[in-house]
């Protein structure tokens, strides 16, 4: 517990001019961002108590809760799941990372529906799996279930499409092996990729093989 006493000196920090050093009765007592220096209206000659100085401080914690966040999301953007677990991981209070979500979200820094709808969006344009996969790849990174659903259910409309445009992608790889050895791997493929037994079923009866294939199945 910091002690109580006079704000004898602020000054702006070597190693990082947006940081201030305060020091109290002489010595120094904690760093402050300048925002927060700035927010907190703390001024040299302040009698600072025990729960003045709780208030500075945890709105310093929120300072680098934020930063924290900030740069995580600087790569790419990430849900509200994973912006919680990275600030966990570096030990910032529960209160603390409430209140940086909400800030992140108010300023529509995290969207879990943009999230999932840019997800979903390049999972099926680079690489195209059915609803059930992608449902539980959504579902691992801590989205809701009603986004999910809304989202699986605007762009997951044509299943059985989907699956026929990714097997007669796929069919030149298994044109050397027997017709019924090639159809069970694209099948257990299909099913992998996360579409319905009955739509990989049904796209595999639409597959026009080649000619030395035809009537083999």
Not at 82 to 95: G, T, W
Request: net charge positive.
């Amino acid at each position: 517990m910091m002690k109580e006493g006079i704000v004898t000196k602020i000054e702006v920090q070597k190693r990082n001019r947006k940081r201030r050093s305060v020091f109290i009765d002489g010595e120094f007592a904690f760093g402050l961002d300048e925002e927060v220096l700035y927010k907190s209206g703390l001024k040299k000659g302040e009698n600072l108590t025990q729960q003045r100085i709780k208030e500075i401080t945890e709105e310093e914690r929120k300072e680098e809760a934020k930063d924290v966040a900030l740069r995580f999301l600087s790569f790419r953007r990430r849900t509200e799941k994973q912006v919680r677990e990275k600030l966990k991981k570096k030990e910032f209070d529960e209160k603390t990372v409430d209140a940086t979500i909400d800030k992140l979200k108010e300023f529509d820094l995290i969207n879990d529906l943009e999230f999932a709808t840019s997800w979903v969006k390049d999972r099926l344009a680079l690489k195209p799996r059915g609803r059930k996969l992608l449902r539980q790849e959504l579902w691992k990174k801590g989205i809701r279930k009603d986004i999910i659903d809304q989202v699986t259910e605007d762009l997951c409309k044509d299943e059985d499409k989907a699956a026929l445009e990714l097997v007669e992608k796929i069919e030149k790889r298994y044109r050397n092996l027997e017709p019924k050895v090639a159809r069970r791997r694209m099948f257990n493929l299909l099913l992998r990729r996360g579409f319905s037994y009955e739509t990989s079923k049904n796209s595999l009866k639409l597959l026009a093989l080649p000619s030395a294939h035809r009537g083999q199945d």
